[in-house]
């Protein structure tokens, strides 16, 4: 610790850094948080324990697990790596890929939202959980799924088919991004990225990520529906129409 710089004791620190003095004994156990320096019996810190206590609190509301941030800071105390880069890089990561956030709307801008108000409308919504009821005011989870639902149904499929392949698509695609996720944190620890830039990696990833996603599901889906009908599955498939004009 450097000579005249402030120092205090774990109380004294607690109170300067508004941590209980049992989390900062937490942290130091989790090795998140460096030693302090011992005169005697007595445990001194100074001002980058209360930095370094700051920088905790910050990445504990960016959501990383005490055992993630212990190694965070080995890297950073090793001079690995730089905390502002890295902030840079996990701002990126966050950043929202579907551009579909949760929205708390009134029964009157539920309707809007869906538009429509056919009646049952409502009930449907909640028990499919495109919706979701809270007193007077309704929770709509994914508002760009509802409206996809609602154009659905206006073509003919009801909500149940479509929540249903929603899960079908949500389980697929959950496998497909941690198999990509595990591909890349391997390419990049073989050394095969030609970058240390992560965050505007992650800048040019999203966009070109979706492009390609729309590209590969587009083509996979004309080759499946090519095969539907050079099957004859497609021929098989019951004709409304066709049997409500025979009836008359």
Same mark, same amino acid.
């Given at each position: ?7 205090? $004791? ?24 460096m030693?302090?320096?011992?005169r ?12 370094r ?9 960016? =959501? ?18 730089? /905390? ?8 990126? /990561?966050?950043?929202?890929w ?5 929205? $708390? ?17 409502? =009930? ?7 919706? %979701?009821?809270?007193?007077?005011v309704?929770i ?10 609602m154009?659905?149904?206006?073509a ?8 249903? +392949? ?21 390419h ?5 990225? =030609?970058?240390?830039?992560? +965050? ?15 590209? /590969? ?9 090519? *095969?539907?009908? %050079?099957? =004859? $599955? ?6 409304r129409?066709?049997?409500? *004009?025979?009836?008359?």
């Open positions: 610790m450097p000579e005249g710089a402030a120092q205090y $004791t774990i109380d004294e620190l607690a109170a300067q850094a508004q941590v209980p003095s049992r989390t900062i004994r937490f942290y130091q156990s989790k090795g998140a948080l030693a302090p320096e011992i005697g019996r007595v445990a001194f810190y100074g001002p980058a324990h209360v930095e206590l700051k920088l905790i609190a910050q990445l504990q509301d960016r =959501g990383l697990r005490i055992d993630a941030i212990r190694d965070l800071m080995a890297s950073i105390d090793k001079g690995e790596l730089d /905390v502002a880069e890295w902030l840079g890089v996990e701002q990126q /990561v966050q950043a929202p579907a551009n579909d956030q949760p929205r $708390t709307v009134t029964e009157a801008e539920l309707y809007e939202l869906a538009g429509s108000k056919r009646p049952g409308l409502l =009930g449907d919504l909640i028990r499919t959980k495109l919706a %979701e009821r809270h007193g007077d309704y709509v989870k994914s508002p760009a799924l509802l409206v996809a639902a154009k659905l149904e206006a003919g499929l009801d909500f149940s088919a479509s929540a249903a +392949a929603a899960e079908i698509l949500k389980k697929h695609m959950k496998r497909m991004v941690g198999d990509l996720l595990d591909f890349f944190v391997r990049v620890a073989d050394g095969h990225v =030609g970058t240390d830039d992560y +965050a505007a990696l992650f800048q040019a990833l999203r966009p070109t990520a979706m492009d390609s996603i729309r590209v /590969v599901f587009g083509r996979e889906m004309e080759h499946g529906l090519r *095969k539907l009908v %050079e099957s =004859g $599955t497609l021929a098989q498939l019951p004709a129409a066709r049997k409500a *004009k025979k009836k008359r």
